[in-house]
């Protein structure tokens, strides 16, 4: 059984830091991607980043890119999403997702963590 447990969520004022992780079990990732998405209050789930499990590519939505930073261990089959200068507007539930089905649709989800950031 498939599962991706995330931590690091908590509440910080507007400008600090915090950094998530979420660790995989049930199987490796090895040659899949894994990425971390959010949910803000009143809002639908968005992307935040991704990488490529081998090759250490990476991605990000614009409203993060120069602050937050998505790494990976592969011995530890985990993946860390690394936040600073943190706004109001980043708080959210975060949610860990990891491989891909045939359809290119993210295949495992995480149970989210809350990040809260006051102003």
């Known amino acids: 059984q498939v599962q991706l447990v995330e931590s690091g969520g908590g509440l910080v004022q507007a400008g600090g830091s915090l950094s998530l992780s979420c660790a995989a079990s049930g199987r490796t990732f090895s040659s899949d991607e894994m990425g971390w998405f959010r949910q803000p209050p009143g809002k639908e789930r968005e992307f935040v980043a991704r990488?490529?499990?081998?090759?250490?590519?990476?991605d990000y939505a614009d409203s993060v890119k120069g602050r937050f930073t998505i790494s990976r261990d592969n011995a530890r089959n985990t993946v860390y999403l690394q936040m600073n200068s943190l706004k109001p507007e980043d708080t959210a539930v975060y949610y860990c997702?990891?491989?891909?089905?045939?359809?290119?649709?993210?295949?495992?989800w995480g149970q989210g963590t809350q990040v809260t950031v006051s102003s």
């Open positions: 990488i490529k499990w081998s090759g250490g590519s990476t």
């Open positions: 997702a990891a491989g891909k089905d045939f359809l290119n649709r993210w295949r495992y």
